[in-house]
């Protein structure tokens, strides 16, 4: 069973940025690719961004696109994202997870467990 440890949020205000990682055990990394996921007070879980297993493919929604990159060491088994240009609508609480879909389509969490994901909030 995958091991996911988020870290790296915290408060900010609108325009700053964060760095996001998320450390992965239990798995063979470089086997996924990696997303990122993010729930809002009161609504569902929803896909950030994705990276192919190589790190040469990435996709992005387009609430975040040309603001984030994600980005990934599989030899740290460590995915990350960075977060430019924050706006108070980013705030959620962040989460990885190994992802499945197509590019051009939101993509689907692979794994059955999550981490405990991490706080981003960011003040207008």
């Known amino acids: 069973q995958a091991q996911l440890v988020e870290s790296g949020g915290g408060l900010v205000q609108a325009g700053g940025s964060l760095r996001l990682s998320c450390a992965v055990s239990g798995r063979t990394f470089s086997s996924y690719s990696m997303g990122w996921f993010r729930q809002a007070p009161g609504k569902e879980r929803d896909f950030v961004a994705v990276i192919s297993w190589s790190g040469g493919s990435t996709y992005y929604a387009d609430s975040v696109k040309g603001r984030f990159t994600i980005s990934r060491d599989n030899a740290k088994n460590t995915v990350y994202l960075q977060m430019n240009n924050l706006k108070p609508e980013d705030t959620a609480v962040y989460y990885c997870?190994?992802?499945?879909?197509?590019?051009?389509?939101?993509?689907?969490?692979?794994?059955?467990?999550w981490g405990q994901g991490t706080q981003v909030t960011v003040s207008s």
């Open positions: 997870n190994a992802a499945y879909g197509s590019y051009g389509s939101k993509w689907t969490p692979a794994f059955a467990s």
